[in-house]
T-cell receptor, first 114, second 117 residues
């Protein structure tokens, strides 16, 4: 059974550019969450989608956005990149989206902004 | 908002020794609590979870944690450390009664476990 797949694994972008990260959840999972991990701030919740609807959003600026497609795949977009956006972005999927189900995380996309 | 505090950003144990990683939560109601492990260049793997059933929770790889409401703690233990246990460990909390944060995990800062021969 394939796990959560995130692409690309590594990405280098220039300040001011925009970036799109992709996440394919485990087959059958309908909930996808995104987290940002940095050495300074740790793991921070970005947003969660279930059946193409955003159910919850973390405390991030509007430059961070996401969406979920009918096949449950999800993308997150960051516009006007800043140096501080350099981080490991983790995607997690869950069968029904309930916290008690536990989330399965992907290996992440490491974004470096220069 | 729910939060967790992990005491000790680095913990070092000898192989075969007891592993104890500390986690305290702030909550007025019993939360959902989780322990995740992260190996270098990988995502997070769920070790165990507390969802208001048994207070002693057994997880994978020989780890277990005990929910203590009186101490607002959910410490992670393993009787005997293996070299392969060296990793970053994260405690996380979620409020089951919150409609806003019910789908989000609040993570602690993490504890790096070093296992020495």
């Amino acid at each position: 059974k394939a796990g959560v797949t995130q692409t690309p694994r590594y990405l280098i972008k220039t300040r001011g550019q925009q970036v799109t990260l992709s996440c394919s959840p485990i087959s059958g999972h309908r909930s996808v969450s995104w987290y940002q991990q940095t050495p300074g701030q740790g793991l921070q919740f970005l947003f969660e989608y279930f059946s193409e609807t955003q159910r919850n959003k973390g405390n991030f600026p509007g430059r961070f956005s996401g969406r979920q497609f009918s096949n449950s795949r999800s993308e997150m977009n960051v516009s006007t990149l800043e140096l501080g956006d350099s981080a490991l972005y983790l995607c997690a999927s869950s069968l029904g989206g309930a916290i008690i189900d536990g989330y399965t995380f992907g290996s992440g996309t490491r974004l470096t902004v220069v | 908002a729910q939060s967790v505090t992990q005491l000790g950003s680095h913990v070092s144990v000898s192989e075969g020794a007891l592993v104890l990683l500390r986690c305290n939560y702030s909550s007025s109601v019993p939360p959902y609590l989780f322990w995740y492990v992260q190996y270098p260049n990988q995502g997070l793997q769920l070790l165990l979870k507390y969802t208001s059933a048994a207070t002693l929770v057994k997880g994978i790889n020989g780890f277990e944690a005990e929910f203590k409401k009186s101490e607002t703690s959910f410490h992670l233990t393993k009787p005997s450390a293996h070299m392969s246990d060296a990793a970053e460990y994260f405690c996380a909390v979620s409020d089951p009664q919150s409609s806003n944060s019910g789908y989000a995990l609040n993570f602690g800062k993490g504890t790096s476990l070093l296992v020495t021969p």
